[in-house]
């Protein structure tokens, strides 16, 4: 709780109380900064998802269908780059920008299977 009192007289954006009184200071993320990360979830019928980026000490960021290039369409596992903004509506991060990463590869010859 000292801890906490000493946060709350400073209020420094992007710290964490830890559970045993370790304060953790998080490096807010660059709107400018591209991300690379791989969708993690879709919610087709409301049309969102979440994409998994970073290291062990990042959260997964939304992103809404209409955040994704014209026309796109993703599935689980698709690498994206994008930039993180704050959403207007619920002030949490979200993902803008978003591009689809694509292989030079040429996998004509291949059946893409999902499961």
């Known amino acids: 709780l000292d801890h906490f009192k000493e946060w709350s007289a400073h209020k420094t954006p992007c710290t ?31 049309r969102f998802g979440f994409i998994k980026y970073g290291g062990r000490g990042t959260n997964d960021v939304f992103f809404h269908f209409n955040a994704l290039p014209r026309g796109e369409s993703v599935e689980e596992g698709d690498e994206l780059s994008f930039t993180i903004s704050s959403d207007s509506r619920s002030g949490k991060d979200a993902a803008e920008n978003i591009e689809i990463s694509k292989n030079d590869v040429d996998d004509s010859d291949q059946v893409n299977m999902r499961v």
């Open 16 to 46: 964490i109380v830890e559970w045993d009184n370790s304060i953790t200071t998080v490096k807010a993320p660059d709107p400018n900064e591209r991300q690379k990360g791989e969708v993690k979830f879709i919610n087709r019928q409301k």
